[in-house]
């Protein structure tokens, strides 16, 4: 284990139990901000890709209902 994150965890480890739990909380969140960062990014390529090829027309596009029904006819 990296020295830093030896001490700091020994630090933390010493704080009342209602810190400790912020702490974790907030480094989880931490985590949760990242990933949810990188989906956004993803997400924000991939509607990109997609607006490209329904405008140049190489996109297959599908209407309503016949989404509705084959929904229907997989979940009957």
């Known amino acids: 284990m990296n020295a830093l994150i030896e001490e700091l965890s020994i630090r933390a480890r010493a704080l009342p139990p209602e810190d400790r739990a912020r702490l974790a909380e907030d480094l989880l969140a931490s985590l949760q901000d990242e990933s949810e960062s990188d989906a956004d990014a993803a997400w924000d390529l991939e509607i990109q890709r997609r607006m ?18 084959e929904a229907q006819q997989i979940y009957k």
Do not use: C, I
């Open 52 to 69: 490209e090829q329904v405008k140049n027309g190489t996109a297959k596009l599908v209407s309503a209902e016949d989404v509705h029904s």
